[in-house]
């Protein structure tokens, strides 16, 4: 192991890294959830300022759905599922 290795085990045993690492797995799933949820409430594409950002990822869960390809942004900027 290298001194950047350690570094980042070193970092990951840590309570705050812990959380990161776990909002990089949940956060993305619970922003999809709720577009999904309201985009079947509704049948209309979801304004983003009706979308709740938590945790320590939320913009950056919004990015990863749309690079991801499994929301898109639509006119006004509006976001829909694309698997409905």
């Given at each position: 192991?290298?001194?950047?290795?350690?570094?980042?085990?070193?970092?990951?045993?840590?309570?705050?890294?812990?959380?990161?690492?776990?909002?990089?797995?949940?956060?993305?799933?619970?922003?999809?959830?709720?577009?999904?949820?309201?985009?079947?409430?509704t049948g209309e594409a979801v304004p983003d300022h009706h979308l709740h950002?938590?945790?320590?990822?939320?913009?950056?869960?919004?990015?990863?759905?749309?690079?991801?390809?499994?929301?898109?942004?639509?006119?006004?900027?509006?976001?829909?599922?694309?698997?409905?």
């Open positions: 192991m290298g001194a950047i290795d350690d570094f980042a085990s070193l970092l990951e045993t840590t309570e705050v890294m812990k959380q990161v690492l776990d909002s990089l797995e949940e956060e993305p799933a619970h922003l999809l959830g709720d577009i999904y949820r309201e985009y079947q409430r950002f938590t945790g320590y990822l939320g913009e950056a869960s919004l990015k990863a759905l749309l690079s991801s390809g499994l929301i898109r942004r639509g006119p006004r900027g509006r976001l829909s599922p694309l698997l409905v």
